[in-house]
């Protein structure tokens, strides 16, 4: 397996994880869409505890999380069947190119997206869209993963991805904070011109970085074994593929449910984490990009540490101590938010110390829990389950803020959604296949 086509695919999470650090979680939509510049002035202008200009605001969260939920229910209602079509057709090159095209078009639009609350709807709406298109195009960006990659080096090829993305996301966080300690080099930064910028620049870098993939990275071959089913009929193949994981490899089938909700907690940690930290714990714009950054490095080392004990311990055991570690560390955030910013700086940073450890011990427990000759199968069904699932913590989150018109709380509903998780998963046997190498091992370094 070629050293190149191994760093091609790798970069494209390095790619389009500014869209996820940058866009999603510290900086469009915790220091700009769900701040004051998009409420009613006369709201605007009141003092920051008065009631009303802090329930508006607590509209503005909520109604982003409306609108990625319905991201979430389109996903979950397109991936499965798209990336089963991608793989019969042997078009999953095709498919994740399309999404990548959609995502860096989204990115794009959020430029014109001006400090004004008619503007609103246009930015929320772009995002879910953005979403949509990120997570299309991971579905078949993963099932690519076994195109590059054997049995043995899976972990490390997936680990490369990852640890890149972290990469690209510390790096892209790092020009903002340059770009705002140095004014934005004289450049006018009224009506939010400055967080338009800083989209345009992520849709720019999505590009330039993005494109090795589909110039070295060949196409799947079409699966011959399958036939072509017309988009309507593909939800009747899913399900009796789906029917049959559960009677011939029945633990993997509970380990796919499991993480599939588990991960849209996760998830929901780096969405809606900025937010928590600006509108409820009261981070300024360089506070929320400097927990950003250290937030990715240490995710980036614990991952990189946790996969020691991964080999050691095995992956469920790593799963379920972080999914323990996630739970505990959300509600001290809850409980005693009322102590201030310090709570969150401890908290908040140890609890993304167990996000990356548990999407890597993930990945590996799957491919040590893979019936023989069906991996890709799988892995590609692991993306697809996990992406039908993203609307659970968003609409917890949507309904709980909504209700009680305080974001703080919102955090229970990823709490609730990752405690779930972790009682799935709990119920899962462990894995009692280790994967073998059958193939040369391919150059990663």
Not at 415 to 442: K, N, Q, S
């Amino acid at each position: 397996m070629a050293r190149r086509q191994v760093v091609s695919w790798a970069l494209w999470d390095w790619a389009t994880q500014p869209f996820n650090t940058v866009i999603l979680t510290f900086v469009f939509t915790a220091l700009y869409l769900t701040t004051d510049a998009f409420l009613d002035p006369a709201v605007a202008g009141l003092a920051e505890d008065d009631p009303a200009r802090q329930r508006a605001l607590a509209d503005l969260t909520s109604g982003l999380g409306a609108w990625i939920a319905v991201g979430g229910v389109l996903i979950a209602v397109l991936a499965p069947v798209l990336g089963r079509r991608a793989d019969v057709a042997g078009r999953r090159k095709a498919w994740l190119g399309g999404a990548t095209l959609l995502l860096v078009a989204c990115m794009l639009g959020l430029g014109a997206v001006r400090a004004d609350p008619a503007y609103f709807v246009l930015g929320a709406a772009l995002i879910s869209l953005g979403s949509v298109a990120s997570e299309i195009a991971g579905v078949n960006y993963n099932a690519m993963l076994v195109q590059v990659s054997t049995p043995r080096t899976v972990g490390k090829v997936s680990g490369l991805g990852w640890g890149l993305g972290y990469v690209g996301g510390i790096l892209a966080l790092v020009a903002v904070v340059v770009a705002t300690e140095l004014d934005w080099w004289g450049m006018p930064t009224d009506d939010g011109l400055a967080y338009r910028v800083i989209a345009v620049g992520c849709a720019v870098w999505a590009a330039a970085f993005a494109w090795p993939l589909f110039r070295f990275v060949p196409e799947a071959p079409p699966a011959a074994d399958r036939p072509r089913l017309g988009f309507f009929a593909s939800y009747g193949a899913l399900v009796r593929d789906v029917v049959e994981l559960f009677r011939t490899a029945r633990p993997t089938f509970w380990f796919l449910l499991a993480s599939a909700v588990y991960r849209d907690g996760l998830a929901a940690v780096f969405t809606f984490g900025a937010v928590i930290a600006s509108v409820s714990f009261g981070f300024g714009d360089r506070q929320v990009l400097a927990f950003g950054i250290a937030a990715n490095l240490l995710a980036g080392v614990s991952t990189i540490l946790a996969g020691r004990l991964d080999d050691r311990f095995g992956p469920r055991a790593v799963i379920v101590a972080s999914l323990v570690g996630l739970v505990t560390c959300g509600l001290v955030v809850v409980a005693l938010h009322a102590s201030g910013q310090a709570v969150f700086w401890v908290a908040g940073l140890l609890l993304t110390c167990f996000v990356g450890p548990a999407q890597a011990a993930s990945r590996s427990m799957l491919a040590r829990m893979s019936p023989p000759g069906r991996e890709a199968e799988i892995f590609g069904l692991y993306a697809t389950t996990g992406r039908a699932a993203s609307f659970l913590a968003p609409s917890l989150w949507t309904v709980i803020v909504a209700a009680t018109g305080a974001t703080i709380w919102g955090t229970l509903g990823i709490v609730g959604v990752l405690t779930a998780g972790l009682v799935l998963m709990v119920l899962v046997t462990p894995p009692g296949r280790v994967v073998r190498p059958t193939a040369a091992e391919p150059p990663t370094s």
